[in-house]
């Protein structure tokens, strides 16, 4: 009885709805992932423009990150309304398609004896820690994944037929990874080197014209916004003056250089032990593997991975989630080196028609095991439940669309910005306060609050306390 390829994607689903489900599909989330959330139903809502990006009505013009990922996320909102729920279905269609990718890249990849195991570098993917945080939060980075990857199966093909073709759709591909997170999508660049120098199946003139095909391509769009699109380019040289020149000259979030070096091998922490373990295992088991063939394969995507991180050493501005887009290729690399393994394993289990039954039994049971916590906690409070419950009583009093007074000593929370915006479109004003209704005061930390202006409003809350302003006709 051979186990066919459905139950192993039906575990890989309920492996990461274990990981990811629950905190996926409950209430709350990451402050990148809550802020683009907000940002992109804005847009779809009419407010700001695909260049203009509006986050509230009291913060700046939203210049941190380049606008593509927004855009593609409103139009969700325009098609299926403004739900919590929306961006949490987007993410995870950024997760069913990222993982076809991968699939895509390993049956265009890997020794043919070994193509069926297409599932096999999603499962490495999906222990790696970071990646089911990532797609709990709608991290940019995700739709990020998708450009790159599409990237690199492009730049793969192009080695075979239709080579102009392809380098070409793999450069479109970056300029839309660069429009969507900046810079940091330009690592597939250096795909062609790695094949030079690995897989010596390309001469170094090709490589070097097949090189500059794609960074042409990856450009040229960038040209075309400079001459005929005046807003786009001063969006983008804002984004570079205050994001990208920012973080190299001056932001600061880590004391070492390496710290994402130490990050990302905690992140593979997971996959080098499987890999070991398996290896070993082979090994005094007396199977053979060919290992010119899988080194050269974890080589390349391995070397590619490594592209995606080394250059973000160049700042002190360093992020655990900036390797997410390396995790997929990593995870391709250490397949190569344990695919002959788990192919000998699967044959095994084939062979024998109870073995192939019970491990049926166990796909359904992890998939069942993601399910049913997924349900349960669909909707639910589980992240930030205090301040959540505070948000969503102050918006039963205070009307959608509003700008409200906050106690300047509190004014840099920014889940409760996040919250009151995403929810309500409420935006918070400390310049302003007393030409506002009502004013928010955490009671802990703001000063000199003058409470004889205002009367509490008596509500259940238990981070935040909303106080009502006592004159009439303010708005």
């Known amino acids: 009885m051979k186990v066919n390829n459905w139950y192993f994607i039906a575990a890989l689903a309920g492996l ?73 279905f987007y993410s995870l269609l950024t997760f069913i398609i990222a993982s076809i990718l991968v699939a895509l890249i390993w049956r265009d990849t890997a020794e043919r004896p070994y193509r069926p195991l297409f599932w096999l570098p999603i499962f490495l993917w999906v222990t790696m820690p970071k990646m089911s945080w990532a797609y709990a939060n709608n991290m940019i980075e995700n739709t990020l994944c998708i450009f790159t990857l599409l990237a690199v199966l492009f730049v793969v093909k192009s080695v075979g037929a239709n080579r102009f073709i392809y380098i070409s759709a793999a450069g479109l591909c970056l300029f839309l990874g660069v429009l969507t997170k900046g810079p940091v999508a330009l690592f597939p660049w250096s795909s062609f080197l790695w094949m030079w120098l690995i897989c010596k199946k390309l001469s170094f003139k090709r490589v070097v014209a097949d090189t500059l095909i794609l960074i042409v391509v990856t450009l040229f769009p960038f040209l075309m916004i400079y001459f005929f699109m005046p807003q786009g380019f001063e969006s983008l040289k804002t984004y570079v003056d205050i994001q990208v020149i920012y973080s190299l000259t001056e932001k600061q979030t880590v004391s070492s250089r390496f710290y994402i070096v130490h990050r990302m091998i905690k992140e593979l922490i997971p996959a080098l032990c499987l890999t070991l373990v398996i290896l070993l295992i082979s090994i005094k088991s007396g199977f053979r593997i060919r290992l010119r063939a899988i080194s050269t394969r974890f080589l390349f995507f391995g070397l590619l991975a490594l592209s995606a991180v080394i250059p973000i050493m160049v700042s002190l501005k360093q992020r655990t989630f900036y390797i997410l887009p ?14 002959p393994a788990i192919s000998r394993l699967t044959n095994y289990i084939d062979a024998n028609t109870n073995r192939a039954r019970h491990f049926k039994l166990i796909c359904v049971i992890i998939l069942i095991a993601g399910v049913i916590p997924t349900l349960i906690y669909f909707g639910d409070l589980r992240r930030q439940k205090a301040l959540l419950s505070d948000v969503y009583a102050i918006i039963d009093v205070v009307p959608a669309g509003s700008t409200i007074g906050i106690c300047n000593d509190m004014y840099t929370n920014w889940y409760l910005h996040g919250y009151l915006a995403r929810n309500a479109d409420i935006s918070l004003d400390r310049y302003n306060i007393p030409n506002r209704k009502f004013l928010l005061v955490d009671e802990t930390v703001c000063k000199g609050f003058n409470s004889y202006l205002y009367e509490k409003v008596e509500l259940n809350t238990t981070t935040v306390k909303l106080y009502r302003y006592k004159g009439h006709g303010k708005k």
Not at 18 to 46: E, H, V, W, Y
């Open 16 to 88: 990461f709805l274990i990981l990811a489900g629950a905190p996926l599909f409950s209430d709350g989330m990451f402050i990148d992932g809550l802020d683009g959330a907000t940002i992109a139903r804005n847009l779809a809502q009419g407010k700001g423009s695909f260049w203009q990006l509006h986050q509230t009505d009291t913060l700046p013009i939203f210049h941190d990150h380049p606008p593509l990922s927004f855009g593609i996320l409103a139009l969700f909102y325009k098609v299926f309304g403004d739900s919590i729920h929306v961006e949490r």
């Open 326 to 339: 390396s995790l997929p290729l990593f995870a391709l690399a250490f397949a190569n080196l344990f695919a």
